[in-house]
């Protein structure tokens, strides 16, 4: 009858072992530099799992990837993929209601010719000291789409 009793121990171990790596995830910063939608669609997948995992998520959307966090974004970005019906920017905005990061290059706008009033809510400019340090921190974990 001790079966159970150790059971019950290892799950409660396991548990609490699950709990203490998520409280110690590493940063990830997301870099999506990608023009094509499946592909910056992954990379909010993963992202968006990594999360779910525990680990503190800043997204830097540069180039193409950037068109992301337009208000007006083009049509790839906001259209729904298969299998899932999830668009990237969709995705992206799940993301920072979940406490995600979200920023354009600091060379993105002034490239556009426009201002953060055409960003959608919640995302900022980058300012390059500070990614940086968060890309070049000990323990961080970058990830390029």
Known sequence: MRFPQTLAATLALALSAGAAL???????????????????LMAMVLTSQAAQQGHPVRVLLCGPGGDMALADAPEG?????????????????????NGATVEVCAIYLPGLGADASVLIEGVTVAQPPAMAAAMAAEGSIVWSF
């Open 77 to 97: 970005v906001t259209a729904p993929q298969p299998p899932m019906g999830a668009s990237p920017q969709g995705l992206m905005v799940q993301l920072m209601a």
């Open 22 to 40: 998520a409280q110690d995830a590493a940063p990830l910063v997301t870099v999506v530099t990608a023009d094509h939608p499946q592909t910056q």
